[in-house]
């Protein structure tokens, strides 16, 4: 009865899993919410009145598939002062939410068993997104520092995908980030390549330090797309997200996008715009990173006081996830199954690897809860580690 | 370098179309827009700020991707209310506008060259979205009472088809109504197939008279898909549509749109709960109802009083269009040619035929002008037909 490509998504794991941690007296560190404390609900609220007010005959009624043209030049211009990018409002769609960017992708690019590359562990939305398109997933092992190099150039001579899916900013689950050094690597490898790198940056702004490393795009101006999020930077709830492309990618995501859902919610693009027009957005920026830096140091400082030596975990430089390696051999569904006992929740690695493995990781978040909480629940995380006899 | 999708998807001719008439002094019919003056900016503002005042933090969070249960729960409440349907608001997701609706289902049903059924003219926005995943269109003629039912059976014995796909009150393009026995008809021929139909009411709630003919789900309740949409009742710029459909079905949507976008847009959710909680709808919609009859009605007199008799036009008892047949061998798109000159602009019917004609169509649309606007775009139309010698 259904398409054949339902039955290669995968099971909505994570979703099941929230569920589980719907209960409020469950710490969870298995979502990837931003704090609410950090969405600036007065600020917005100015922003609808003032666009309902002044708009609201054109703010509510259909517009163009490709987006308010005063964000998209928005988003261009934080470009420029962020990175030095130099990128029109023409290379800018506005989607509902950066996920919609992968879905757009998958549509433009994937035909069924399409080969695409893929960072082990990879990001499960994409995963998701893309496995219903019903691609070859090939997966490139990341590193500290990045992708592994060799394996690339392996993946891209054997199978000439036609995608390189990464997170160069705190990737989501590892909180890895790529090195400057690995960047002009990764583009000088696929340079030349019919391989378009897909640089999702949703983290981008979240890097603790403020200075921003360069988007490949630097260096492969046609062959980069990018996907962006308000998400994280100013609120999920208004399902803003954004995707950069080369025009001549640009005229068939139009295509795609306007056969999807026409076009993004336009209110909230209004809203977004006149919220960013007369906010310190750096400052606001700045806020978060200084909470998350916090949060991100703290649960890794108790993790490496409380948790025994054999357990490894990342030192995210952004984002809001902590990555955690068990012993081997030590599975991280029964530290689920313990954890959610002793009222505390985490996310299982397993299903960020697309061939298999991962069963002893373990994706922290560190973004959603307040410090007493962290301290907290790190507490149970220990205890749950110690009844389960791992030193 | 593209999915083999992209290039059997039609190119976007309304798109283009309605960029040439972007010009404020071209009374444009081409559209399928509202009215603007029957968007209800100061109840949307009211609600607005009642959520971001009450709710703020929790309405600009991420949420689930089924969308907002008391929303879901009142628009379930409304199907009983109008049609006497029964239905959960388990079987109902919110959808990015209702465009999105034919996206997931797309998605959830159709394999490359599988068999779907779809009216002739049919509705493009379907046409779109369903050729990016490349089934195989079987046209159903539409006649002024409903689908030709001896072509349906031959389409369903013939290719078997997963879907047939309709819009069984106010078409677009054709403002075409099923007629009650139609209805009934068409439900009977499907049942028992394996075929789903798929039930397009973006204008169930814009018949004139306010008396509601039922809903083939009344008598294929496992069998039939509905996609609803806020556009015209509330506003487009909020992007709010929604699908209901059988269980076994949802739980592949819900895969399916968590894949594409996660959820949709949340604040706009609760606004618009906010909203219909606070506003007499029923009242709203007897506006918007009389004023496009009235504008319905004039426009259909002014055609039968200007044009030659052998320009036949339907008699649509709501929605936004009428539908405009020229003698065989008059070319519509000489129409739109000439017409643009007069600064008055028309819809060709052609891209509404999938498998060719319909070139002496022309789609007008009366709900975005006014009676004035109206009156002097007939007449520009009847100088054109003059100037082409169509008699």
């Known amino acids: 009865m259904f398409a054949s490509r339902m039955a290669k998504t995968p099971k909505s794991f994570i979703r099941e899993i929230l569920k589980v941690t719907e209960d409020p007296r469950i710490i969870s560190f298995a979502g990837g919410l931003p704090s609410p404390d950090l969405i600036d609900v007065p600020g917005i609220t100015r922003a609808a009145g003032q666009v309902l007010a002044a708009e609201g005959k054109t703010a509510l009624q259909y517009s163009t598939t490709e987006g308010y043209l005063p964000l998209r030049q928005f988003i261009a211009n934080r470009y420029k002062k962020r990175l030095g990018l130099d990128i029109s409002p023409e290379e800018i ?25 893929i960072e082990r562990p990879g990001y499960l939305g994409a995963i998701q997104a893309f496995s219903l398109y019903e691609p070859q997933f090939h997966p490139v092992i990341l590193h500290e520092d990045g992708p592994d190099l060799s394996m690339l150039t392996d993946v891209l001579e054997k199978y000439r995908p036609k995608l390189f899916y ?18 002009r690597e990764v583009a000088a490898v696929l340079k030349g390549t019919g391989t378009f790198f897909v640089e999702d940056d949703a983290y981008g702004e979240l890097n603790f330090s403020g200075i921003s490393l360069p988007s490949i795009r630097e260096y492969l101006p046609g062959q980069t797309i990018i996907t962006g999020s308000f998400s994280k930077i100013l609120a999920p709830g208004m399902r803003l997200g954004w995707i950069v492309a080369p025009m001549d990618v640009m005229e068939q995501i ?15 693009q209004r809203i977004a715009y006149e919220y960013f027009s007369h906010t310190d957005l750096d400052s606001h920026i700045r806020t978060i990173r200084s909470t998350y830096g916090n949060r991100c140091r703290l649960m890794q400082d108790l993790i490496r006081e409380q948790f025994p030596e054999s357990i490894r975990c990342t030192r995210p430089e952004g984002g809001m ?12 569904m029964d530290v689920f199954d313990e954890a959610i006992k002793e009222q505390v929740a985490v996310l299982p690695g397993k299903p960020f690897f697309i061939d298999g493995g991962g069963d002893n990781t373990l994706r922290i978040n560190f973004s959603n809860s307040s410090e007493e909480k962290i301290r907290e629940g790190i507490e149970r995380l220990a205890r749950v580690i110690r009844r389960l006899g791992i030193s």
Chains 1, 2 share one sequence.
């Open 321 to 332: 996830f902590v990555w955690v390696t068990l012993p081997d051999g030590i599975s991280s």
């Open 166 to 183: 990464g997170v160069p900013n705190s990737q989501n689950p590892s909180g890895i980030t790529y090195s400057a050094e690995r960047r």
């Open 254 to 268: 139009i295509i795609a996008k306007q056969a999807s859902d026409l076009h993004s919610n336009y209110l909230c």
């Open 93 to 117: 769609l506005i989607t509902n939410g950066s996920q919609q960017c992968l879905d757009l992708i998958g549509k433009v690019f994937i035909d069924k068993d399409d080969n695409i590359a």
